[in-house]
């Protein structure tokens, strides 16, 4: 078989031995998909609101954002986020 070109699938066809679906090789995910989880890591909440790492353990450590241990491990309850968005709105985004 050397010497011999093999051609190449035309752009959106499936070859043999390829799954259906998604052809990049990497996996979407939409919030949907995602299970409802009760507490986040700090980077989660962070992210979740739209700001720096540092400014979330800078509101964890102010008491601003409430957060509960697990173990060693520091986490951010879901509806913790809820309630500083809610204060944040009550004071007219002054905190």
């Known amino acids: 078989m050397e010497g011999r070109l093999r051609r190449r699938p035309a752009?959106?066809?499936r070859t043999a031995g390829e799954p259906f679906g998604n052809r990049g090789g990497s996996v979407?995910?939409?919030d949907q998909a995602r299970p409802f989880r009760?507490?986040?890591?700090v980077e989660e909440a962070a992210e979740r609101l739209g700001i720096?790492?540092?400014l979330m353990y800078a509101l964890v450590a102010a008491g601003e954002v409430e957060s509960v241990r697990i173990g060693r491990?520091?986490?951010i309850p879901t509806d913790a986020l809820d309630s500083y968005v809610s204060t944040l709105?009550?004071?007219g985004g002054a905190a």
């Open 38 to 41: 009760l507490v986040l890591t």
């Open 28 to 30: 979407i995910t939409t």
């Open 73 to 75: 491990l520091r986490r």
């Open 52 to 54: 720096g790492r540092t």
């Open 89 to 91: 709105r009550r004071l």
């Open 11 to 13: 752009p959106g066809r």
